[in-house]
């Protein structure tokens, strides 16, 4: 890992994850930045950890369903991690992991499973969870010539 310094405008090196990552969901919550899933030589990963700036140290924390391309965000005092695959198929597996207790927690499944979704929160407006899924319209899925 690298971080970025916009007043010296330069990189530097940061302590790699405990284990090798691909295909990662990453967010951020409390200062800590959490990287969810991936995969390593193609296997999907259940390892979560998590990075403390102020130490420079990266932290194996509770584990969730092992699956690739996880998108994730912080949704009040909860991360959420979304969809993924199981490296077979797409999944439409919802958890959400509670910062206090270190524990996931299954939530109410997507409708459509998805791979790599782009997860956020929109403050005051997307309820929490349990909310169950709801399918508003589909995306006009045509490539331009």
């Not at 193609?42 to 969730?64: F, M």
């Amino acid at each position: 890992m690298e971080s970025y310094d916009p007043r010296t405008n330069k990189w530097s090196r940061r302590p790699p994850m405990n284990r090798c990552k691909g295909e990662v969901g990453i967010t951020v919550a409390n200062g800590f930045i959490y990287a969810l899933g991936g995969s390593c030589d193609g296997a999907p990963l259940k390892t979560v950890e998590r990075y403390d700036p102020t130490t420079n140290t990266w932290t194996l924390i509770c584990s969730l369903v092992d699956r690739i391309g996880i998108g994730c965000a912080l949704l009040g005092d909860r991360l959420i991690a979304v969809g993924g695959s199981n490296g077979n198929s797409p999944l439409n597996d919802v958890e959400e992991y509670d910062l206090v207790r270190n524990v996931w927690n299954q939530l109410a499944p997507m409708s459509v499973p998805r791979v790599r979704p782009h997860v956020f929160n929109i403050p005051n407006i997307m309820p929490p969870p349990p909310a169950p899924w709801t399918p508003v319209a589909d995306m006009d899925g045509s490539k331009p010539a």
